[in-house]
């Protein structure tokens, strides 16, 4: 037996850490840490490292399956089921028409290059707008703020420049995400720039392992961002720390704004949020007054609770009020290497509010986000009859019985269709409800590209890598990639894919290699060399230098438009009772965060024997005190009752967690009527409703600080 040592990276997440994979009779054996990759320097976590269980789980799915009328799942061959497929859409079509039918691209096939967007150019093709994906369950507020308040053309500054970075809500060293916070190895990121002397600011209702990096630091009840965004504005445009030169050429509103945030004194706002007063001034005078460059970011915090897009907004008009952005002649940090590169001037792309001329989602009136239709709908596309009603639906990469609020309802959605389609590696949740099971290779056994699709927010610098297959699929196994039945369906229907802009073949079928060479062609060298690079590659001899402001260029900052003051105004007039929250007419004592852990990546990896090993189900983080006062104790099962539900929680002591709260993870349980919390962990989607609280614009449920209460099982 020959054992091979290989290269590639993992794409679990979108670290893209470098991995060195050992091989034997073409099965993978081992997939530690690479510690020759230039960029992730041999990080790696749990979830990577597991990759081998993962790809040979029992629970995988090696070749196509149709549901019978018992409920079992018997194999079919690919091309049966596909012609089976697009015999129901095409008569859904006629009968129905085109929007009928839906697609949802989860997070594994947004990990996927040449996946990314094909569900998308198939359902464009057929002239169906119901496409819908985790954008618009994630944070959706940030594409409603650049379509309110407009945005900067010439792009943030690069990390290493900086003085400081606010952090809000985010926690990237946990969940190796973050917009244009480095997300390569970030523990050892972190340290370096904190030696560099980088200054960190983080709000945060839990003293994360982000924040334990930071200067200053806030840990508010969830949900108070709106009215700590706009105290820090407040203390800034008081004190007069505004880029005062910025602000005169490109903002519209500045006297709206600080009539806006006038009644938000530090005061207000710590008394609602429950911190200190002398903290957000502290916070505002580190950002604005001693430090010259840096950006406010959010993480996923502000864009789950509510006023997702008012929290978002004025976070980041810290940023414009301060002159955040690189100016004419300066250096963009990460150009890109795959996509194509964005003009970058030194001016303002002003506020195009799209979705309120775009095409209406049928339930709410929401319009669209990006090309997205607001998951805060979806299942209500799917129960409402109607023209329109969505009745045959392809989930891509996702496990929408886990990932979408409101688990009842979105249950009841997925077994009413007339055909639901999984796409995915294993018999999940979600498959379980489907048809047809349509298995895709895993991560080592196709090639890909490190993530194109947000390059530039990901990567502080422009680096990009190709890997070949690592190892072939398991022996005897049907699979078909990703992005094949979408070709398959679009031929059978009589339809050209649109694949980034060239219109693909529909007699042959492309290769994936073919694919990724097309995703690919803006990379300043030819695709055969570019591949050659076996740990990839900086672009750094191909800079991008922001170019002048047009000479007519008009566009300015909104950052008062009509609904954002309208709804500061809302926000000023809330009865505020920082102790108890109330909810659909009912009490509350304690609000539940969302968060990661880094054992799992949503609902990924509950699977295997090792990480639940680690962790058994989605522990109750509670505060030890909290638990003292309600004579609780770790180890104990407790009731966790939303305005909607109640589900079941371990309590785990946790002094990071402030008081009154409760955080708790996602991505648990199983399907509602067969969940049993000491095997399958529970979900907290059941405890959100999608009938209220949707936020205006982008339908944002209720997805952290959730109002809640806790009791001992009974
Ligand atoms: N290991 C792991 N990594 C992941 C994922 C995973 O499931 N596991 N998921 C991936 C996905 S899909 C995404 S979108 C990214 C998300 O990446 P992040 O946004 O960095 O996600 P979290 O680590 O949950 O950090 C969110 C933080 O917000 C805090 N928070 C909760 N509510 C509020 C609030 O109302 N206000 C404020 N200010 N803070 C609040 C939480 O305590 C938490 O620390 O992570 C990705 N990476
Ligand atoms: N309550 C609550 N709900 C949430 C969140 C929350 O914080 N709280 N977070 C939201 C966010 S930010 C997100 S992004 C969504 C995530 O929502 P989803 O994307 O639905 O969630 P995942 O559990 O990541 O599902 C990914 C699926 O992709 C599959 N997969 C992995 N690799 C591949 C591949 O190469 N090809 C294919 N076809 N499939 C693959 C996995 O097996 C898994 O079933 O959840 C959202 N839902
Ligand atoms: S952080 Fe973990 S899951 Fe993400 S790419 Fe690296 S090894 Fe994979
Ligand atoms: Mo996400």
């Known amino acids: 037996m020959t054992q091979e040592v290989k290269r590639s990276f993992c794409r679990i997440c979108s670290g893209n850490c470098g991995v060195k994979i050992t091989v034997e009779n073409d099965r993978l054996v081992d997939v530690r840490g690479d510690h020759d990759d230039p960029m992730t320097l041999g990080y790696t976590c749990i979830k990577g490292i597991q990759a081998v269980a993962a790809h040979y789980a029992p629970d995988r799915v090696l070749q196509p399956l149709k549901r019978q009328p018992d409920g079992s799942f018997a194999p079919i061959d690919i091309e049966v089921a596909l012609d089976e497929i697009a015999a129901k859409l095409k008569e859904l079509m006629q009968t129905d028409g085109p929007e009928s039918i839906g697609v949802y691209r989860g997070g594994g096939a947004f990990l996927n290059n040449t996946s990314t967007n094909i569900s998308q150019r198939f359902l464009e093709a057929i002239g169906s707008h119901k496409f819908f994906s985790t954008i618009t369950i994630d944070q959706s507020a940030k594409v409603v703020t650049a379509g309110r308040l407009g945005a900067w053309q010439g792009s943030r500054q690069p990390l290493d420049t900086c003085d400081v970075v606010m952090m809000v809500g985010s926690n990237p060293l946990v969940s190796i995400s973050g917009y244009v916070f480095d997300a390569r190895n970030p523990n050892k990121r972190m340290k370096e720039a904190r030696a560099r002397g980088l200054k960190i600011i983080v709000i945060d209702p839990r003293h994360t392992e982000t924040a334990k990096n930071a200067d200053v630091f806030l840990q508010p009840y969830p949900g108070e961002d709106p009215t700590l965004m706009a105290s820090l504005l407040h203390v800034i445009l008081r004190e007069g720390w505004e880029d005062k030169e910025f602000c005169q050429q490109w903002v519209a509103d500045l006297d709206e704004l600080r009539a806006a945030v006038a009644p938000f004194t530090p005061e207000y706002a710590a008394h609602r949020a429950g911190v200190d007063a002398e903290l957000i001034v502290k916070a505002a005078s580190l950002f604005a007054n001693e430090s010259k460059r840096g950006f406010a970011v959010s993480g996923t915090g502000p864009d789950m609770a509510p006023r997702s897009n008012l929290a978002e907004h004025l976070l980041e008009c810290l940023n414009v009020v ?93 077994r009413s269709l007339e055909l639901l389609v999984t796409i995915d590696p294993y018999m999940n949740e979600t498959a379980k409800l489907s048809h047809y099971v349509i298995p895709p290779p895993m991560l080592y056994e196709r090639p890909d590209l490190t993530g194109f699709y947000a390059e530039t927010m990901l990567c502080p610098v422009p680096f990009a890598r190709y890997t070949p297959a690592i190892v072939p699929p398991p022996e005897g196994s049907k699979l078909v990639e990703d992005w094949y039945p979408f070709w398959a369906l679009a031929k059978r229907l009589g339809v050209t894919l649109n694949y980034e802009g060239v219109p693909l073949d529909m007699e042959t079928p492309p290769t994936t290699d073919e694919l990724l060479a097309i995703i690919a062609s803006h990379c300043p060298e030819p695709w055969e060399t570019f591949k050659s690079h076996e740990l990839g590659k900086v672009y750094d001899d191909y800079p991008q230098f922001v170019e ?98 109640r589900i079941e929680g371990i309590i785990e002591s946790d002094p990071t967690v402030r008081r009154g709260v409760i955080s708790m993870t996602h991505g648990f349980g199983t399907l509602p009527e067969e969940t049993v919390y000491e095997r399958d962990g529970s979900s907290t989607s059941m405890l959100i409703s999608t009938d209220r609280d949707l936020d205006p614009i982008n339908a944002m449920p209720r997805m952290t600080a959730i109002p809640v209460n806790i009791a001992r099982w009974a």
Not at 336 to 341: E, P, S, T, Y
Request: one cysteine or more; aromatic letters at 8%.
């Open 322 to 414: 301060c002159g955040r952005y690189l100016r004419e002649g300066e250096q963009v940090g990460n150009p890109g290497v795959l996509q194509a590169r964005e003009v970058r001037k030194a001016q303002v792309y002003p506020a195009q509010r799209w979705w309120e001329s775009s095409y209406k989602s049928r339930i709410g009136g929401y319009g669209m986000l990006l090309a997205d239709m607001p998951t805060g709908v979806m299942a209500e596309e799917m129960l409402q009859p109607g023209p329109g009603q969505v009745k045959a639906f392809i989930t891509h990469g996702s496990n929408l019985v886990n990932s979408i609020p409101d688990q009842l309802k979105t249950t009841k959605a997925l």
């Open 548 to 645: 002048p402001a047009d000479p007519d260029a008009t566009g300015r900052f909104t950052t008062m438009p009509s609904d954002i003051e309208a709804e500061m105004a809302e926000v000023a007039a809330e009865p505020v009772s920082p102790d108890s929250v109330l909810s659909n007419g009912e009490e509350f004592a304690f609000r539940l965060s969302v968060r990661r852990i880094r054992e799992t990546f949503n609902s990924i990896g509950r699977n295997l024997k090792e990480i639940r090993k680690r962790m058994p189900y989605n522990y109750a983080y509670m505060n030890p005190e909290d638990l003292t006062a309600m004579g609780l104790a770790e180890g104990e099962k407790i009731s966790i009752t939303s305005d909607l539900a």
